[in-house]
């Protein structure tokens, strides 16, 4: 077997294994809530402990991996997240499952973090778009099946059973992570400092503001949409419900055709556009109908990773040169804060006053990322034009230099969006 096919089978196992179980626990959050006692904002804790855990370290991660290598940050991190995972099904108490997770999100951080400069070191640049696109393309697989897996298992296994089926699964990739991924052939170099440019733009700060306002509105309404299924009047067991993770497909679609608008049309607009499309997609999940339900998911998917592709691809435009890699880095933290801090409090906002109470404070963060466009649109300038397409850069995760890969690449990687072709774009996991 070649280095370059060793690295890609790595590179999507790793993607695979750590984002199946990053995600696995959402469609469980009703069974949590039952077991535990919980609201919806407490069991939602399941999901946004680790992703939280994530937002903070990955940064320090990525400059630890200058230190001791990147094949073993990487290694140490698939494995460490599969042993988490076959501990939580033997948690007693939902603090301990909370500190599991924890953990389990410290070590994912270590795949967003180093993966990409390893590939593009290790590969170089005639590969390194096909093995960047393989390692997302497992991260946005991963997030699909691991949530498909717990969410059909349940009904036969219970939710201990579920995650620890896909605790074997992070376990397989883990093993063949460590069995085909190379060492590292180079030593990284450093990158110039730039997070303070990367901080004081005010177009970067709207950026950074619409990835964690629109994430945090789509993570809500996905913790809350298998307690929705699961009552009256719809009432659909839980491998039924599970289903709905199928709507990232429309995901993948719709943010791949968002980047060929946004080269055409120019950002701003088709970002609007996008939010919009979330907004009205959410609105649909209002009646007791699981036909506008279905509908309005999909819509409100699509429109999410329509937003979520092009905000992160104009990051790369618009970071200065010694900035791309810390404002990439920035858009991560962002990101995963959103994540975090936005689907716990739309979840105690379900919890507390119904579906409708949600999709409220949902459109109401997708208005406020609507005004984030708008004012990122004013203070650009040009920046908001048709876009000119892939651009040679020298990128970098916090201080992790990488060889010259396209901006548009580099950008979506770091934010967890996936492709099927090295300019493509899919949704995050």
Known sequence: MTRRRRITIAATAA????????????????????????????????????TGALAVVVIPIAMLSERIGRRRVIVAA??????????????????????????????????????????????????????????????????????????????????????????ALGALCAAVVAATLPPDSRKPTRA?????????????????????????????LYNAIG??????????????????????AAGGVCSAVAGRLADRLGRGPVA????????????????????SVGVGLGLFTGGFFAAHSVASGWVGARAPSNAKGQASG???????????????????AFGAWGWGALVAVVTGWLALAGVAVLVAQKSSGTATGPSTGLM??????????????????????????????????MPPS
């Not at 110039?192 to 809500?220: M, N």
């Not at 920035?330 to 105690?348: C, E, I, M, R």
């Open 330 to 348: 920035a858009y991560l933290f962002a990101f995963y804060v959103g994540s975090s801090a936005g689907g716990t409090a739309g979840s105690a």
């Open 15 to 50: 993607g695979l294994g750590s984002f199946a179980l990053l995600y696995a626990p959402q469609p469980l959050l009703p069974h949590l809530a039952a077991e535990f006692h919980l609201t919806p904002g407490s069991a939602s804790l399941a999901i946004s402990a680790a």
């Open 78 to 167: 698939v494995a460490a997240a599969a042993v988490t995972a076959l501990l939580l099904p033997f948690a007693p108490t939902f603090p301990a499952l909370i500190a599991l997770r924890i953990l389990q999100g410290v070590a994912v951080a270590g795949v967003p973090a180093v993966a990409m400069a390893y590939l593009a070191d290790e590969v170089g640049p005639a590969g390194v778009g096909a093995a960047i696109g393989a390692l997302i393309a497992g991260n946005s697989a991963g997030g699909m099946i691991g949530r498909l897996i717990a969410g059909i298992g349940v009904d036969w296994l219970d939710w201990r059973g579920a995650l620890a089926a896909v605790g």
């Open 192 to 220: 110039p400092r730039g997070l303070k440019a990367a901080l004081h733009d005010p177009v970067l700060l709207c950026l950074y503001a619409i990835a964690t306002l629109a994430v945090g509105a789509f993570i809500s």
């Open 272 to 291: 609007l556009a996008a939010l919009g499309a979330a907004a009205v997609g959410a609105l649909l999940t209002l009646p007791d109908s699981l036909i």
């Open 392 to 425: 040679d850069v020298e990128p970098t995760i916090g201080n992790l230099a990488l060889p010259s890969v396209s901006s548009r690449v580099t950008d979506l990687t770091s934010a967890g969006t996936s492709t099927t072709k090295a300019t493509g774009n």
């Open 227 to 248: 307690f929705r299924l699961a009552a009256p009047p719809l009432e659909l067991p839980a491998r039924l419900a599970a289903l709905v993770f199928l709507a990232y």
